[in-house]
């Protein structure tokens, strides 16, 4: 196995915890990346740092900015609305450019909580492929457990395929994978080189997989969450990148940042290695 670690910022989220705190955070616990989210950034930047302060710190302490959170409106079948995301998926990846970041998450915003036919939604990722042509940065296709469109990592599939584009990658995540389909089959039909990167989190036995919510995501190991058989398919899939702990826990949050930091890595190592 050559998976490597990342920690995405809101498992540490904190009123204390600026992005550039984050990233010291991340390398002192021994974390190979970070992931942290654009309306951190942009709150950093108003606040009188650059971007290039931020690639610089990354930089100096062998840590990679790996994926960028973001929340553009890239799949909604409103036109005007659809351009206004086009253009911020467009200022999304100048920041992840800027900083040398490796992806930009592409979620279905704006989408979640309607049903919208599938091939249509696919022809708009190629819309907002082309958009981004001559960016370094590479979008990430990520589905959402509690979307009613682009819920699964099935769905995820059909979009990728009918979208026309080659290299098209996606992103997976423990918890959405329970959430949308009850399950974790499908990872098997992944090529090598077609899973960007992986959100790892666990849910526990209660609340049940209905009502259970971002919130009470727990760390790897702490839940349900069948490792075994996550860590075989990520294998079969031939997945060498980045697993990224993404939780938004608050009772975790009141531990401190660096705290959680390194219980977290300890805890994904445990259910890895």
């Not at 990520?142 to 995820?156: P, S, V, Y």
């Not at 009502?211 to 990520?234: C, N």
């Amino acid at each position: 196995m050559s998976f490597l670690y990342c920690l995405n910022t809101s498992t540490i989220r904190n009123e204390n915890t600026s992005v550039m705190n984050a990233i010291d955070i991340a390398a002192d616990a021994g974390y190979d990346g970070i992931e942290p989210w654009v309306e951190e950034i942009d709150k950093w930047v108003k606040e009188g740092g650059t971007l290039s302060d931020l690639q610089k710190k990354a930089a100096d302490r062998g840590i990679q900015i790996v994926n960028l959170i973001a929340f553009f409106e890239w799949a909604v079948p409103e036109d005007d609305q659809r351009s206004k995301g086009l253009d911020e998926a467009r200022r999304c990846f100048e920041i992840a450019d800027a900083l040398e970041c490796s992806f930009v998450a592409a979620p279905p915003f704006g989408i979640q909580n309607r049903e919208v036919d599938l091939f249509p939604v696919a022809r708009r990722y190629a819309e907002l492929l082309d958009a981004i042509v001559g960016f370094q940065a590479k979008p990430l296709l990520e589905f959402w457990g509690i979307a009613r469109t682009l819920g699964t990592l099935g769905e995820a599939l059909l979009v990728a395929a009918e979208c026309g584009r080659p290299g098209t990658l996606l992103l997976a995540d423990v918890y959405h994978m329970y959430k949308g389909s009850g399950h974790f089959h499908g990872l098997e039909h992944l090529g090598t080189e077609k899973l960007g990167l992986v959100h790892v989190n666990d849910y526990p036995e209660q609340p049940g997989r209905d009502t259970v919510t971002d919130a009470d995501r727990v760390y790897p190991g702490d839940g349900l969450a069948p490792w075994p058989e996550i860590v075989a398919s990520l294998q079969n899939a031939g997945f060498e990148g980045m697993l990224s702990l993404e939780l938004f826990n608050p009772g975790y949050w009141e531990k401190g940042s660096v705290a959680v930091a390194e219980e977290g890595l300890a805890k994904l190592k445990a259910c890895i290695e």
